[in-house]
């Protein structure tokens, strides 16, 4: 009976905190999993690098607020900055300004930069992406009308550098 008695009052706090650290663990992974969810499929940050975007983004990096609906629900309109998924290596994000959408007629310099014009039309469920940076950016001139599948957010907003921060367009 003593033994009984030891082990229940004994038994009482383990019970306890084992109780509180399952709460604290289901709250958390809950959390964790709104954050995924958020993050993935309405509003996130991103990082981006490089020289296609200047003078619009800086060459050291920006983090930008992607909004991710406007992309599943076609409102891409020309002109905006968006970040789709690369067409060379599938692991890479670029950022790119739209500048043309299905059915459009887009002209261009040639990428060889030997000042030939070109047109195309942009295929049917299709964007036509080119960076500010004309001279370095690997874009459509390049690797063709882009997807629209590929598309993972438009920009919104530049968070950092904090003399940058503000909405962009």
Known sequence: MAWKLATDIGG????????????RAAITAKFL????????????PQLTMGPSMLPTLNMSGDVLLVERLSTR??????GDLVIACSTENP??????????????????????????SQSVVVPKGHVWL??????????????GPLPYG????????????IDGFGFLG
Not at 150 to 161: E, N, S
């Open 12 to 23: 009482l706090p383990w019970r306890n905190f084992a109780k509180e650290a399952w709460e």
């Open 33 to 44: 999993c709104a954050m995924h969810v958020t993050s993935n499929y309405i509003c996130g």
């Open 73 to 78: 629900f076609g409102n891409i309109k020309h």
């Open 91 to 116: 692991r890479k994000t670029i950022c790119k300004r739209v500048m043309g959408l299905e059915g459009d007629r887009v002209d261009f310099s040639t990428a060889d930069h030997q000042g030939r």
């Open 130 to 143: 080119q960076g500010d940076n004309l001279s370095i950016s690997r874009d459509s001139r390049h690797f």
């Open 150 to 161: 590929l598309l993972q957010g438009k920009i919104i907003f530049r968070i950092w550098p």
